[in-house]
Structure formats: C-alpha cells, structure tokens
T-cell receptor
Framework: SQQGEEDPQALSIQEGENATMNCSYKTSINNLQWYRQNSGRGLVHLILIRSNEREKHSGRLRVTLDTSKKSSSLLITASRAADTASYFC??????????FGAGTRLFVKA | DVKVTQSSRYLVKRTGEKVFLECVQDMDHENMFWYRQDPGLGLRLIYFSYDVKMKEKGDIPEGYSVSREKKERFSLILESASTNQTSMYLCASWGPRTGELFFGEGSRLTVL
C-alpha cells in the first residue's frame, strides 16, 4: 500500500525558478522523509522532518509538515538543471517499515 | 560513507528460472529492505529484515523469499521467475543514527 501520494506527478520549470512538490499521507507518522532519484539509479536521502517539527531547511531545500492535514511540501529554490530527477516522500510510522509514494518527476530546463 | 552494494546492475533471466539478488551493506545496520520499483507505482516493499535470520513480509511478498544469514547480507530470491517480476529492485539499509535509508544502485531484472 502507498502511504505517501506526491503531487504533481511531473513538473517542468526553467532554471532559476522554484519547484514545489507536495505529499499527502494517510496514517500517523513518526517522521517524513524526502528522497531524490536520478534516472536509473538508487535513491538518495535529502531531508527528514519529525512529526513534532513544522519546517526544516537544508541548503536550497525547505520542507514543511502539517500533521493536521497529513501533508508535506518540498521546496527547491533557485533550481538548477542538475536538480532534474524524481523526488519521493516517504513515511515511517515508528515501526520497521518506510513507505514511499509514486514520486514527482522534476525537469529543470537550462 | 555507508555503502550498499547490489551484486548485479542488470540481469536477464528466463521464465521459471531461480534468481538471486544479493545486497551487502558495510555499516553494521540491523534493518535491511527490498523494494521493487515500477513506473507510476513508486517503490513497493517486498520484504524487510530487522536482524539476522529475522524477516517480515512487506506489501508484495508473493513470489519472493529472502535470506539473512549474516548481518551485512540480505538476499532476495525469486523461486520461479515470471514476466511480471520484470522490474527494478532496490535494496536499502536503515541507519539508526539519522533515521534515513541508504540505497544500493538497483538491479534491473528482465524476465523473458
């Protein structure tokens, strides 16, 4: 079963613009994470936000979490062509399982 | 840096063959996972293991089994490969200090 559902499924922007991706989930979580995947490669962890946090920053990344709405957003500021990748949210409920959504494909045009 | 190594990047097998996908991690992590990734479906959890010889079914275990004889190695087994098991398979281990998953590069399996 998929816990996280990303929106939009695909996003195309110009270099320098900001990219925003959203994630909704269904059940209570311990934390929510965002991962990046370059085409044909494994996933790389970007950022983790715990259920008692509302916002977190890492470089050009900003993540928000609204547990009342069961949603999160990932903002990439001043995007670069190298940011072209798929982005996944993942939720962990305090057990052993991390569940991923279907991902957002981001294309940044140079 | 944590390294998760999957033994094969690309495999082509025939229907009915037994397939072994190997995964090794070098950080002494207890929890390891096997996912499969298909277009439009994201990552789906097949099996996970939280200790040597311990395993739990994920969301789509049918047609698969796993083996965890040593802490660093977690193997995914397709007892009799079928064409609907053509997919990208991703192994991951969980780092308790940061709470993140560390992924291998993936094994793309084609079953003919």
């Amino acid at each position: 079963s998929q816990q996280g559902e990303e929106d939009p499924q695909a996003l195309s922007i110009q270099e320098g613009e900001n990219a925003t991706m959203n994630c909704s989930y269904k059940t209570s979580i311990n934390n929510l994470q965002w991962y990046r995947q370059n085409s044909g490669r494994g996933l790389v962890h970007l950022i983790l936000i715990r259920s008692n946090e509302r916002e977190k920053h890492s470089g050009r990344l900003r993540v928000t979490l609204d547990t009342s709405k069961k949603s999160s957003s990932l903002l990439i500021t001043a995007s670069r062509a190298a940011d072209t990748a798929s982005y996944f949210c993942a939720t962990e409920d305090g057990g052993f399982k991390t569940i991923f959504g279907a991902g957002t494909r981001l294309f940044v045009k140079a | 840096d944590v390294k998760v190594t999957q033994s094969s990047r690309y495999l082509v097998k025939r229907t009915g063959e037994k397939v072994f996908l190997e995964c090794v991690q070098d950080m002494d992590h207890e929890n390891m996972f096997w996912y499969r990734q298909d277009p439009g479906l994201g990552l789906r959890l097949i099996y996970f293991s939280y200790d040597v010889k311990m395993k739990e079914k994920g969301d789509i275990p049918e047609g698969y089994s796993v083996s965890r004889e040593k802490k660093e190695r977690f193997s995914l087994i397709l007892e009799s490969a079928s064409t609907n098991q053509t997919s990208m398979y991703l192994c991951a281990s969980w780092g308790p200090r940061t709470g993140e998953l560390f992924f291998g590069e993936g094994s793309r399996l084609t079953v003919l």
